[in-house]
């Protein structure tokens, strides 16, 4: 039996996000028994395999897939004076207004352009204060004392983590210019305004690589890894009419960067930044050689043993904010018809092997079309009837794919709403053990996307598995 799709019901909404999220135990409030922790989230079992496979894709890209780029964990904690170096101290500030009626702090550059001129309040129409800037670096305090010599900050971002090491990476391992260096980390922002479910928070997590180039190449470089970077959403399966392009203008420019783009995805709320693509040009190294006193020019023998600075090339994306896009990208629901009456768990324990949705005849699901590659669960392993040995054969199945592939296992409720469940969570495929099963090996092996039910032996899952894996094109 196959269930027919006759009606899609349209692009996911934050609310929905939301409520799927906590639901399904993706996402929750932080400290939420407590009232919440504003600008923090926790990652409940779906989510935190969800991040993981994220930044296992990432790691891979980057750096198994390419002999020039290695990677590092460098520490949270950083000598202050890195942060000098940096320009963090003295340049990573908002601007910021407060309503002096309704009490709102705004970010200057969010609020319209007339009512910041205005100084009126776009929420109440009260009068807003002059704009001050504030900086957004998380200060606390090292040692015994909280005096000024013990001043020490939570850091903002992990590329400065790299350039610190980038000498003691040449040389440990005999890095040849070009070259990358790859790290994913916390960082920490001091975020006034932050809303939008996770997508602005003051804890996060960063996947940043940083490509040492010859001064003269970067141009080239900077285009290059700009098709690779859109290259790689391609592959995880993201809807490539939601990405965009935006170029940074004379305005908008860091005040490190040569040429900086960004990578924008169509959220809920509109088109927001995801992955930025930056030429941070010799900035950092130059700074960092000033501060330090060291030199940290590269020797290039290959070049008569030429002295430079590189140059370097960035691409620096959240991955807590990948996340929150993939779970809109995945997100659908639709309308789904029956062939025939589903859900007669008493016919199918005659011996029946198809296997429907457990719901109306004319149903609605919601589904997560992650890639196989990302879900948080590879496959679900579901017993047609906890009795009569089905249960006990579907967890030696399930043992036996455990190696290789996330799994769940699921025996509560008719097998169409473990079905639904299934959809709910991104699972991309089910294997139901029924009594054909205990006859002659095979199962029931169901794809979430077309929903599509075939029969497969047991013996043959996990080579079947990597198969779809391996040939996975979202159908929608």
Known sequence: MSDHITEYQGSATMDKITSLAKRRGFVFQSSEIYGGQNGAWDYGPLGVELKNRIAGNWWKEMTQLHDDIVGLDAAILMHPRTWEASGHVENFTDPLVDCRKCKTRFRADQIPPEN?????????????????????????????????????????????????????????????????????GKAFRNEIVTKNFIFRTCEFEQMEMQFFVKPGTDVEWFNEWKKRRWAYYEKLGVRMDSLRWHQHGPDELAHYAKDAYDIEYLFPMGWKELEGVHNRSNYDLTRHTQYSGKDLQYIDQESNNERYIPFIIETSAGLTRTLLMLLCDAYDEEKVISEKNPGNDEGNARGETSHGTGGSADDWRTVLRFHPAVAPVTVAVLPLMKKDGLAELAQDIRSGLKEDFATDYDQAGAIGRRYRRQDEAGTPFCVTVDYESKENGTVTLRFRDSMEQIRVHKDELAVRLYQEIKAYRRIK
């Open 116 to 184: 910041l001129a205005a100084k009126k309040c776009p929420d109440c129409g009260g009068d807003l204060t002059d704009t001050r800037k504030f900086n957004l670096m998380f200060k606390t305090h090292i040692g015994a004392v909280e005096d000024e010599a013990g001043i020490i900050y939570l850091r903002p971002e992990t590329a400065q983590g790299i350039y610190v090491n980038y000498k003691n990476i040449i040389q440990s391992n005999r890095m040849k210019i070009p070259f990358g260096i790859a790290q994913i």
